[in-house]
Structures are given as C-alpha cells and as structure tokens.
C-alpha cells in the first residue's frame, strides 16, 4: 500500500512538473499569474514579476500585447462564391467586444497575449449555459495535467488557497511556441540566466547611483587613529554618500589621503553590458530593439528603414501569436459543425499604417488598377461606404495595342 501511494506521489509530482512548462513552481508566489521562479547562475531569482521590473522586458511584453489586443478582428463566414461576410452573433460579441463581463475584447486579448510572453500558456474559463458559450473568463494559477487522450485536466488556483479541478473542455487553452507536448515553452525559464544577468546589472548600476556613482577607494593616513577618531571619521564620510551628495568637496586634514581602489562605470564597462542586455532580452520575446525604443548600433530611428523593421517584426513576431489564436479559437470555440465556414480574423492592415501621401498613393493605385473599389478604399480612411458605383471595380487605361493608333475604336 505504501509503495503504491509512493509511486503515485511520484508520478504526479512529474505531470506538475511537466504541466507547469518552465516554472519551478506556481505556489508561494505573490501573483499567481507570475509563478515562482528561479536563481539564475548570477544569483538573481527570474519570475515573471521581477523580469517585468526590466524595462527591456517590460516593453518587449506590453508592445507585443498591446499590438495583438489592439487589432481589430471579426468572425467571417465563407460564402460559396469565395467571398466572406461579417458574422453577428452572440460568440462574435464574445470574441470581439466583451468576452466576460469586465473586460473588453482589447483588455482580454492583451491579458492572454502576456501571459503566453510571460508564461508560455494562457488560460480562460470557458463560461457555458447549458452548450451555449457565453463568456470566457481569465483563469491564473493554473497547472495543466496531461491525460492519456493528448488532452489536460487543469487545476485552478482559488482565491482561498484551495484548487479547482476543470476538464479540458471547460478552459480555453491558449499556447506560445511548444515542443509538441500541448505546452507553450516560458521564455522566462529558459531565459533565466540572461534575464537574471540583466538583473544583476540593474541592481549593480543602483548601487553605484547609491553610492554617488564614485568610485569606492580608501583613505591613508601615517598615524593610528583612536575609536573616537574612526567614528567622528565615519560620521564626515556619510556626508558625501549617496547621489544627491555627489561632487561635494571633502577636505582632508592630519596627514590624510585619498586612494581610489575600483574604476568608475564607464571604465568597468557597465553601460556597454546593460546596452547589450537590452538586445538580449529582446530576443526572448522576438521584438526588434527599435520597437522599445533602443536603437542599436548603426540604426537610424526614422524612415524607411523602420518601416522595413516593422514589417519584420509583423512576419516574424507578431503574426506567428496571431495565427495561434486563431487556429485555437478555431479548434475550441467554433462550433463543429461550422469549423468549415466560419472563422476569426485580425486585421494585419491595422498595424502597418503608412503617413498621409503614401497611403494615399497606395489608394490610388489600388483603384486605378482595378483590384479595388472607391469603397472599399474608402473603408480604408475610415469613411462611409457611397454604394452604387462607388462599389464597382474600374480601371484606368492608359495604353492600347499600337496597330488601333489612329483608327476608330
């Protein structure tokens, strides 16, 4: 009986362990939603919440949220011509306006598109009346616990310590770039020693600001100085402590002199280290330095060249996480049997707008050309649709074959 109890402690000890995909723990921390953590080899412990007090960090997850929770989106149906049209029902609301009662869809997505940054999952409780669904509420402290059908049973943190258990067909499951396993991968553990060294350096660049950002060094003197005479010693020196004392005058006397003992922080190199750190955080979470403002060596803010760097940023960072949710919403929120014919679309338009004359030159010619309407360009500004002609395809000709020069047409 006691072995069988052993064996059964054990292996569930290695489904949460394996269900919690990069987190030593999700218990004991301050916010559920962040886990625990672990102490890189730089001694600092890297949890979602003290990786977040990176400013690096910070930007790279709040840009890539808010970017997916700002998109517009729509439910589409396709038609049996190839076109599509808007679907106005009760799980587009749901999907698109106010998934649960206090949030909108923008607050919703932005939540769930951290946590899959943070994390490397996403959890929502799937609100149901009787089949129907009619909200999807955010779910934190979650372990996912691998079933022998491909599939999780996922117990929930509660406010008063205890957990729940939901099946898999109560939680939308929302997952960042895996192994095959069902599981998102978190950046944050495998990101621990970089983030943990960006830490490290954050904390040593506070302290040399706390120390007035001079150098440490000692102070010489020939004679041997009393207790009284060390302590009077330490009362003067903790004069000229701290950065709001920096370049005070510190005037030595009986046979006292100053001897600096470390270099300063240019010398150390501690603002090239911190520079290159923030490119190293950037990469776990797959944004480009610019996008948070950092501009690299030889990168120029302004321009086509940002233009080019936002496209990159589209392709490569932002619409692999689109296309995640949307294939999740597909295989979990859609009905069955209208998984052929409707599906969730974000606008990709809506993050790349050009200024003023290139949009309008892009217009143009879309129009010209035949490959859009005057209102479907207009769409585009914003504008109300004229219908009626406005809605036809027309295109400019401007060249014809060289044999009807001249001739009536």
Not at 98 to 107: C, D, H, I, V, W
Not at 149 to 175: A, C, E, I, K, N
Request: aromatic share 6%.
């Amino acid at each position: 009986m006691i072995r069988a109890l052993a064996k059964s402690t054990a292996r569930k000890l290695m489904q949460l362990a394996g269900g919690e995909s990069g987190w030593l723990t999700l218990s004991g921390a301050n916010t559920p939603f962040l886990g625990g953590g672990a102490v890189s080899t730089a001694g600092q412990r890297v949890s979602g919440e003290t990786a977040l007090k990176l400013s690096a960090a910070w930007g790279c997850v709040t840009r890539n949220a808010q970017v997916i929770g700002s998109l517009p989106l729509a439910l589409y149906e396709k038609q049996a011509d190839g076109s599509r049209v808007r679907v106005d029902n009760e799980l587009s609301r749901i999907l698109t306006a106010a998934p649960n009662p206090g949030q909108t869809a923008l607050e919703f997505w932005e939540s769930m598109a951290a946590a899959v940054q943070l994390q490397g999952n996403a959890y929502a409780e799937r609100l149901m009346i009787g089949r129907r669904l009619v909200g999807l509420r955010p779910l934190f402290g979650v372990v996912p616990e691998p079933r022998g059908d491909g599939r999780f049973d996922y117990s929930v943190l509660q406010p008063d310590g205890t957990r729940r258990r939901l099946g898999p067909d109560q939680v939308f499951h929302l997952r960042g770039f895996g192994a095959g396993d069902g599981l998102g991968l978190s950046a944050i553990k495998y990101g621990v020693n970089s983030l943990g060294a960006a830490l490290a350096a954050d904390e040593a660049a506070g302290s040399m600001f706390g120390g007035g950002l001079m150098a440490s060094g000692v102070l010489q003197s020939e004679q041997t100085l009393t207790g009284e005479q060390r302590e009077a010693l330490g009362g003067i020196l903790a004069q000229y402590t701290g950065s709001s004392r920096a370049g005070k005058m510190m005037v030595l006397e009986a046979g006292l002199k100053y001897q600096q003992l470390q270099m300063n922080a240019e010398d150390a190199q501690l603002l090239e280290t911190r520079r290159f750190q923030v490119e190293d955080v950037c990469r776990w979470f797959g944004v480009p330095p610019i996008i948070i403002g950092h501009a690299g060596q030889g990168q120029t803010m302004w321009g086509t060249g940002v233009e080019a760097i936002m496209l990159a940023w589209l392709t490569t960072g932002i619409n692999p996480q689109l296309r995640r949710i949307e294939a999740r919403v597909l295989r979990d929120l859609i009905p069955a049997e209208m998984r052929g014919r409707w599906y969730l679309e974000f606008n990709r338009e809506a993050m790349l707008q050009m200024d003023s004359k290139a949009k309008g030159d892009f217009l143009s010619k879309m129009v010209a050309g035949g490959i859009m309407s005057g209102d479907e360009a207009r769409e585009k500004l914003n504008l109300e649709r004229r219908g009626g002609a406005a809605d036809d395809l027309r295109a400019q000709v401007a060249t014809a074959p060289i044999e009807t020069l001249g001739k009536e047409i």
